[in-house]
């Protein structure tokens, strides 16, 4: 399996700085992670940038554990570990956060989301906390692969709230899951196979805010280099509006 995979993050048009932070990688580590920070005087940036690097230093740190070398297990067991591996990657970015926002006034309160990808030859693992998201395109159909943490979402699942009538609804980025706010957190974490072609959309929610499912569909259906379908990302949530920062990373699995 090659993976390709192109990323960029933006400030918007109605914010002063970019909380916002991306990692991807294509190498033996394929790893792609999007945070979305919060909090005021500046701490979400803090919080995005040092969940992150938690998670990055995480992965770097357990490359040669024998604990998750998939040759040594069988199929269920190797899921089940690697799944184990990127929980805690995640839980070691909420465990820094926490601990930054607790120990000083300045950050007090600041937190980020989460969703991230790690990418075998034969699939991917998924984890996310909040409302940023992974959508997959395959043959030309875009699905979103998480589940927002948000009230928005949790109205819908109760009957309350119409999923068309979310973009109305006042509370609409109320997260009801972050990293970083408590010192323990749940990761939703999930493994799905891989076919060639396949495209993984990561972004936060200054994209989807702006962009509607229809329209990421149709752009990502074009089928343009990846580098520059991250810049038309980009430029179509400032179109609509740019209310938010705007961070995207594309994978690719190359056919």
Known sequence: MKLICAGMTDVGKA??????DFYLSEGNEALCVVADGMGGHRSGEV????????????????????????????????INLIQRRLQQAVQSANRAVFTAASDSELYRGMGTTIVSGYFTNEGVYLAHI??????????GKLQQRTEDHSLANEYVRMGILAAEDIEYFPYKNVITRACGLTDEVEVDVHYEELEPGDI????????????NDRLLEEMLAEGDDLEVLCKKLVDMANDHGGDDNITVILAKVAE
């Open 130 to 139: 909040g409302d940023s998201r992974a959508y997959r395109l395959r043959n």
């Open 200 to 211: 993984f959309l990561f972004c936060s929610d200054g994209l989807t805010d702006m962009v």
């Open 47 to 78: 919080a995005s940038a040092m969940a992150i690097k938690a998670i990055v230093e995480y992965y770097r740190e357990t490359m040669s554990d024998t604990d998750y070398e998939s040759e040594t297990v069988n199929g269920e067991d190797t």
């Open 15 to 20: 914010r002063d700085h970019n909380e916002d």
